[in-house]
């Protein structure tokens, strides 16, 4: 047998029966859910009378719906904390904010973990180290009962980062920058395992948004390889250095190896109606801006907001543009309050939100009309995503944001 991937080691240590490369049941460390998928099981659960096999290693956050802006959203919100409260879910996170940003919060989000989530971008954990991914209601109802789950072995893609990322660039660039080159399904149920080889390494904040955009790319996992950026992430959340720390065999079996020097790297935007229409940001046609958005769980981090406060401090908000900014989780608004960010984002004019998903699915706090036109940090820009169907979003950076939102214009100023 070749040597083992990160992600085939991973499986192999949570591996309950099947020894072949093709399904696995696996144990898994973690589930993580919110209100919007979670409500969908609740009844199912009820009448089947299952029980949650580990209430302890159950993260479930209300963040589609935080606080409810119609009747219909309230009474799903309220199902699902009877169905959190009801079951005694110890990590229950009432309006904290996204809950892929609370997964990489949370201890149980560790190098090595194995996490199923209700939700797609719950691949964002791999940004730590682990193998994380979404699956729909009815396997996470599985999963939830039994602390299991089925896998099928994915092969992997190995992607090595080189050089130096320019000073006006971050992970947003990195991954929009992936996309144009795989496409939308070009790992499709593979596993990219990320390495981290750049001068200066990668920040973490920059890690999560790569990871959390693989699915993007079709991914079913994105997996950085741990290193001294993750374990002194890990250590300041948790108070003690992560243990096992898993790494690639030399003679690891890769589908492929794609190298990338981010020395050359410049500003990209992903232009309707897909993440992976991506061109330079200076190559870009000039496109007049109604709306600004600086959120999602792609996103919103304290570096963004960081960079955001950068750009607009001293400057206005161009009048003819709503800028919505929606720190990613509470614990990423309270530490850009104490540093100043929001308060420089607010002297400018932006609209500051409670953490929360908002517009990036269409759900609230900023929804797109049908005239609108959206620069946003999210991390799909579909038709109809963010609101009406003829509405156009493109997808950028934090700091790509908040420079148009005080131009009023996309592109076309270089």
Not at 2 to 21: P, Y
Not at 44 to 63: A, C, K, M, S, Y
């Amino acid at each position: 047998m070749s040597g083992r991937t990160i992600s085939d080691k991973i499986i192999d240590a949570h591996t309950v029966e099947g020894a072949d490369e093709v399904h696995r049941l696996v144990r898994v460390d973690a589930v993580l859910g919110h209100d919007a998928t979670i409500a969908l099981l609740a009844d199912e659960f009820d009448v089947r009378g299952l029980e949650i096999w580990d209430p302890d290693r159950v993260i479930l956050t209300n963040d589609h719906f935080s606080p409810p802006s119609t009747v219909e959203r309230a009474d799903i919100s309220n199902r699902f904390l009877r169905f959190a409260r009801t079951r005694k879910i110890t990590n229950l996170l009432v309006d904290r904010g996204i809950c892929h940003q609370l997964l990489v919060e949370h201890p149980l989000c560790v190098p090595g973990a194995l996490i199923v989530g209700a939700d797609s971008h719950t691949v964002m954990g791999g940004g730590l180290g682990a193998c994380a991914t979404g699956m729909g209601s009815t396997d996470v109802l599985f999963t939830l009962a039994t602390g299991t789950t089925w896998l099928r072995v994915p092969p992997t893609i190995r992607v090595v980062f080189e050089g130096t990322l320019p000073d006006d660039c971050s992970g947003r660039d990195i991954v929009l920058e992936l996309l144009r080159r795989f496409g939308e399904s070009g790992a499709r149920y593979r596993s990219l395992e990320l390495v981290d080889e750049s001068t200066g390494r990668i920040c973490q904040d920059d890690r999560f948004a790569i990871a959390n955009m693989a699915v993007e790319i079709g991914a079913k996992f994105g997996v950085f390889r741990p290193d001294e950026v993750t374990v002194e992430y890990c250590r300041r959340r948790d108070g003690v250095t992560p243990a096992g720390l898993v790494e690639s065999d030399m003679d690891a079996a890769y589908e492929r190896t794609v190298r990338m020097d981010l020395t050359g790297l410049t500003p990209r935007v992903a232009k309707p109606w897909s993440p992976a229409n991506v061109v330079a940001l200076k190559d870009l046609e000039r496109v007049e801006l109604s709306v600004a958005f600086l959120g999602s769980c792609s996103s919103a981090r304290l570096s963004d907001l960081a960079a955001a406060a950068e750009v607009l401090r001293g400057k206005r908000v161009h009048p003819d543009v709503r800028f919505v900014v929606i720190p990613a989780s509470m614990p990423q608004f309270q530490e850009a309050l104490r540093a100043g960010h929001i308060a420089t984002l607010m002297d400018a004019g932006a609209i500051i939100n409670h953490p929360s998903c908002g517009p990036c699915g269409g759900i609230d706090k900023g929804v797109l009309g049908a005239d609108d036109v959206c620069v946003s940090t999210s991390n799909r820009n579909f038709r109809g995503r963010m609101g009406h169907w003829d509405s156009r979003t493109y997808l950028a950076s934090a700091r790509s944001v908040a420079r148009a939102a005080t131009l009023g214009y996309l592109g076309g100023e270089e």
